[in-house]
């Protein structure tokens, strides 16, 4: 039974890690103008939020370009319990001098997220030196972020009860103008840029933890025991960009982009705590449960590729379609090391085997359209679709993932030296949960909060721009 708690900490602890990855948590809204046409923008120049698109691009802005803005995104999820099973799963108790079995709670209860909005920020700079044919520029912004936060009493409360990321990647990039270079621009626009990536992360994340082990041998003097588990943790990382940028003048553009993944080795602190019957559990099994205790686990941010295809032929209009990959292949398991373990005051087996997750690749596909009036205003317009990298054999409410649709619309405004952007997006998908996640054992049943998870976003971007 000890070597069970222990166990069940251990899970405690990994089962939230992971889900600070994937199309759930990928932010890919870094910019007004980006936003009003459902990212499609990786063929598109003009902007310097180019920077994160296709870093390639910035040598076609004359000058020193400047841009601050933020993204509020609002998510709204609902959870439909799928109700009880007709053989639903049992544990063991006592109650009236003899040892029973109780029914589990597998999900019975519909609930909400709490609503929490989110704010990331994007800033981007770059200068053209014209007489080099080279162009500089550094952007900063989240491409992995946002989080869920459910009741403490939900259904699915040992699984995850809240999980929240926040990235800040800072780019350095320099670009070359070849066509400029070698003499051919009137024909042929093309471009090259090399970036490099620092990335730091914060984690919090937290859950409940079931002690019910204790309820049978407490002979029903503990009822309904639990902790909670609360962690944090921060990290660094580096990796690098590559871009280009070619364009037929007045006809059509073409954009790629690579980002490499990135390796974040998260150093944090677990704190437990319990509720008065969990302790009476943790003192009845003979558990030595610290207040808390540092840990480590790596986390690989995904390769990320981005393709464009702009058409250019109609006057002050721009059609662009956009094709993104999300390599999470590379994430197969997780593993979490505790500094406890190592220097000898808890239990080894808090260090159990990796965990198993198996995703696989998120892919968008996005299509966009802007139309300049008047010369200083832009009017903007998208739809996108994405696919979800997480199996159905991984699936829980920590990332309530599904397929994505997207559809959104903006408004420019540019003047002699400056400019505003707005942009909109609406985003839903659902999926459904139908697996043992959650599931855990005949001592400790947690809840496995199988159903159907349903989420609107709603995200409104502003930028401002200035150039000189």
């Known amino acids: 039974m000890k070597r069970t708690l222990c166990a069940l900490l251990l899970i405690s602890v990994t089962s939230v890690c992971p889900r600070v990855l994937g199309g759930g ?111 500089v520029g550094f952007g900063l912004n989240n491409p992995f972020g946002l989080g869920t936060y459910w009741p403490g009493g939900w259904d699915g409360r040992f699984i995850a009860t809240e999980t929240e ?109 319990f509720n008065a019957a969990g302790l009476a559990a943790v003192n009845l099994l003979g558990m030595a449960v610290p207040d808390e205790t540092t840990g480590h686990v790596t986390i690989n941010l995904p390769w990320n590729m981005n393709f464009g295809l702009a058409f250019l032929g109609i006057d002050n209009l721009v059609i662009a379609a956009d094709v993104y990959l999300a390599l999470f292949s590379s994430y197969d398991k997780l593993s979490m090391t505790f500094d406890c373990v190592a220097d000898g005051s808890c239990s080894d087996s808090l260090n159990a085997d990796p965990i198993v ?29 994405v696919t979800s990298p997480v199996p159905d054999s991984s699936y829980d409410p920590s990332l309530p993932d599904g397929f994505r649709n997207l559809i959104s619309a903006g408004l420019g405004y540019r003047g002699g030296s400056w400019g505003a952007d707005i942009g909109y997006m609406l985003a839903f998908w659902e999926g459904s949960k139908n697996n043992d996640v959650g599931g855990g054992d005949f001592l400790n049943p947690e809840g496995k909060a199988n159903g159907n998870y349903k989420t609107v976003s709603h995200q409104l971007a502003l930028s401002i721009s200035s150039w000189f």
């Open 165 to 273: 990321i926040q990235t800040f990647f800072s780019q350095p990039v320099v670009a070359v103008d070849l066509a400029g270079l070698l003499g051919f621009r009137d024909k042929l626009k093309l471009s090259l840029a090399v970036g490099y990536d620092f990335v730091y992360g914060t984690a919090r994340l937290g859950r409940q933890t079931d002690l019910r082990a204790a309820d049978a041998p407490s002979l029903g003097t503990i009822s309904d025991p639990e902790g909670s588990l609360r962690m944090t943790g921060s990290a660094y990382g580096h990796g690098f960009n590559l871009a280009l940028y070619a364009e037929i003048p007045g006809l059509v553009s073409f954009g790629a982009s690579v980002r490499s993944g990135v390796g974040l080795d998260f150093s944090g602190t677990a704190r437990f705590s």
């Open 357 to 385: 997750k198996d995703w696989g690749e998120s892919i968008q596909f996005s299509l966009g359209a802007q139309y300049t009036l008047l010369d200083s205003w832009t009017v903007r317009a998208g739809w996108g679709m």
């Open 25 to 135: 948590f990928q932010i890919y809204e870094h910019g007004a103008s980006s936003t009003g046409m459902a990212n499609a923008r990786t063929a598109v120049s003009g902007d310097v939020n180019c920077l994160y698109f296709n870093p390639a691009a910035i040598t076609e802005l004359a000058g020193i370009q400047l841009q601050l803005g933020a993204t509020a995104i609002l998510p709204s999820i609902h959870y439909d319990a799928a109700g009880r099973p007709e053989n639903p799963r049992r544990y063991e108790s006592f109650a009236d001098g003899a040892y029973i079995e109780k029914i589990v709670n597998d999900g019975e209860n519909s609930t909400d997220a709490k609503l929490k909005l989110f704010t990331p920020i994007h800033l981007y700079a770059s200068y053209r030196i014209d007489e080099a044919h080279i162009s």
